[in-house]
């Protein structure tokens, strides 16, 4: 980076310097000593560390100790920066193959436990039809009544069930 005190600009590429100085012949390489002839210096910009709820903001530059220097300014981070440094939520898939929620449910223990509850529904067609799902089906969505009303049951909150369907959709 470079810094013009006469212009009191900053340059991150010699051609934003290039453009600024549209009156000057530059030669094909340009070096620190051909810039210092049209007043523009290298400039020290190193960023301090800030803590994970701080940010730093560039305040002058100034000389210090024969280099121009970015001086900094760091702060308590504001809640929107904080939340744009976050990764994006993962979005929940609303569907996954059959055989990638079985093997979540293995994971979790709960296979069984799911086979149960089904197993307890009083209406005999009603259960054969939601056994028969969890058995052959290739796919469940995420609104299936299966999900939505047998997890649940099971003592897993909405959050938890979307995270399942997530790391389903990541095996292979």
Same mark, same amino acid.
């Given at each position: $980076? #470079?810094?013009?005190?006469?212009?009191? /600009?900053?340059?991150?590429?010699?051609? /934003?310097?290039?453009?600024?100085?549209?009156? +000057?012949?530059?030669?094909?390489?340009? *070096? *620190?000593?051909?810039?210092?002839? =049209? @007043?523009?210096?290298?400039?020290?910009? $190193?960023?301090?560390?800030?803590?994970? *709820?701080?940010?730093?903001?560039?305040?002058?530059?100034?000389?210090?100790?024969?280099? #121009?220097?970015?001086?900094?300014?760091?702060?308590?981070?504001?809640?929107?920066?904080?939340?744009?440094?976050?990764?994006? @939520?993962?979005? =929940?898939?609303?569907?996954?193959?059959?055989?990638? @929620?079985?093997?979540? %449910?293995?994971?979790?223990?709960? !296979?069984?436990?799911? &086979?149960?509850? %089904? /197993?307890?529904?009083?209406? /005999?067609? @009603?259960?054969? &039809?939601? !056994?028969?799902? !969890?058995?052959?089906?290739?796919? +469940?969505?995420? *609104?299936?009544? %299966? +999900?939505?009303?047998?997890?649940?049951? !099971?003592?897993?909150?909405?959050?938890?069930?979307?995270?399942?369907?997530?790391?389903? =959709?990541?095996?292979?």
């Amino acid at each position: $980076m #470079w810094y013009s005190p006469e212009k009191n /600009e900053t340059y991150t590429a010699l051609h /934003e310097i290039k453009r600024s100085y549209q009156n +000057v012949l530059f030669p094909a390489t340009i *070096d *620190d000593a051909t810039l210092a002839f =049209v @007043a523009v210096y290298p400039l020290s910009y $190193m960023m301090p560390e800030c803590a994970g *709820d701080e940010t730093a903001d560039p305040l002058s530059v100034e000389m210090v100790d024969g280099v #121009w220097t970015q001086m900094w300014n760091v702060r308590p981070a504001t809640q929107d920066e904080l939340d744009a440094r976050s990764p994006p @939520a993962e979005p =929940v898939p609303q569907q996954c193959a059959m055989w990638q @929620a079985r093997a979540i %449910l293995i994971e979790d223990d709960l !296979l069984d436990e799911v &086979i149960a509850a %089904l /197993e307890s529904i009083a209406d /005999e067609k @009603a259960r054969k &039809i939601a !056994l028969a799902k !969890l058995e052959y089906s290739s796919t +469940v969505r995420r *609104d299936d009544p %299966l +999900v939505t009303e047998t997890i649940p049951a !099971l003592g897993k909150s909405e959050a938890e069930i979307d995270q399942m369907f997530i790391r389903a =959709v990541r095996l292979a």
